[in-house]
C-alpha cells in the first residue's frame, strides 16, 4: 500500500515511519510512506498557504491552488489517489471505516488547518474523517492515527491472528492477557491458561472477552452477531452468574 500525507510540517509526521512496527514495514517495502510538504506547492516568496475567509469571520483558511497543483503533480507521477482529509466533520474512524480504506491501494492524507479549508478543495476529496467529537490544531496527529491503525490492516506489517484478536475486529474488545510471573503479589494467572486445552484457553478468552465487551461497551455488544463460539461462551458466562447468585 502506498500512503501519503499532505502536511505544512512535514517533520512532526514523518517520525511515525521511523519507529515500531511501522518502521519495519516501510524498511521491507510493505508499506511505502512518503510525507509531501504543501508550501512546496505554492508560488510566493513567502511559501503562503491560508488566507483571510471572503465574507470576514476568525481565523484563516487554507488556500485551494496548492492543494490542486500537488494533486495535479501527484496524479501525473503516480496515479489518482484516494484522498481523506483530516476534518472534526467527518465520518468517525473506527474498525470499519479501517477495513473499508484497506483495498484501497494508494492513499493520500490531506492535514486539515487553521479554521479549514477553501470548500473547493472537497472537489478532489473521497472522504473526510474525524477521529473524535473534539477539534485538534491541526490534522497530523489525526494523520498519524490514522496511518497508524491502517497499516495494521496491511498483509506483512503485524501478524494475521495478532489483527483478528485486536478489541473491535469481531465487534468485541480483547480478552486479558497474562505473562510471567505467574504470581505476582498474590495475583495470579487464571490456571486455564495452563491447562493446555487449546479448545478450552480459546472458549475462555472469548468469554472474558464477552464479558468485558458487557462491562464497558455495551453499545457493541448489543450489536453484535453471536456465532456458535459466542454462544458458548454466553452459556458459561450466565452459568457461572447462577451459581454466584445461589
Not at 467527518?90 to 477553501?118: A, F, H, M, P
Amino acid at each position: 500500500m502506498k500512503i501519503g500525507v499532505l502536511t505544512i510540517f512535514p517533520e512532526m509526521v514523518k517520525v511515525i515511519k521511523e519507529y515500531g512496527v511501522i518502521a519495519q514495514a516501510v524498511k521491507n517495502r510493505v508499506i511505502d510512506i512518503e510525507i509531501f510538504n504543501l508550501r512546496d506547492y505554492t508560488t510566493d516568496k513567502h511559501k503562503t498557504v491560508d488566507d483571510y475567509p471572503y465574507g470576514g469571520g476568525p481565523g484563516m483558511v487554507m488556500k485551494v491552488e496548492p492543494f490542486y497543483r500537488f494533486y495535479d503533480e501527484y496524479v501525473k507521477k503516480h496515479s489518482k489517489p484516494y484522498i481523506i482529509l483530516t476534518s472534526p466533520q467527518g465520518e468517525t474512524l473506527n474498525n470499519n471505516v479501517l477495513k473499508e480504506l484497506s483495498v484501497q491501494k494508494n492513499i493520500v492524507i490531506i492535514c486539515g488547518r487553521y479554521e479549514g479549508v477553501d470548500e473547493r478543495i472537497m472537489q478532489i476529496v473521497d472522504k473526510e474523517i474525524s477521529i473524535g467529537d473534539y477539534v485538534l490544531t491541526g490534522g497530523e496527529l489525526p494523520a498519524m492515527v490514522i496511518l497508524d491503525a491502517l497499516s495494521r490492516f496491511v498483509p506483512g506489517t503485524v501478524d494475521e491472528e495478532s489483527v483478528k484478536n485486536d478489541s473491535f475486529y469481531n465487534d468485541i474488545l480483547d480478552h486479558p492477557h497474562y505473562t510471567r510471573p505467574r504470581n505476582f503479589r498474590g495475583l495470579k494467572v487464571p490456571e486455564v491458561l495452563f491447562s493446555g486445552n487449546h479448545s478450552k484457553i480459546e472458549l475462555w478468552r472469548r468469554k472474558m472477552a464477552l464479558k468485558k465487551t458487557i462491562e464497558k461497551r455495551p453499545d457493541l455488544f448489543l450489536k453484535k452477531e453471536f456465532d456458535i463460539t459466542d454462544k458458548k461462551a454466553l452459556l458459561e458466562l450466565f452459568r457461572e452468574l447462577i451459581k454466584n447468585a445461589q
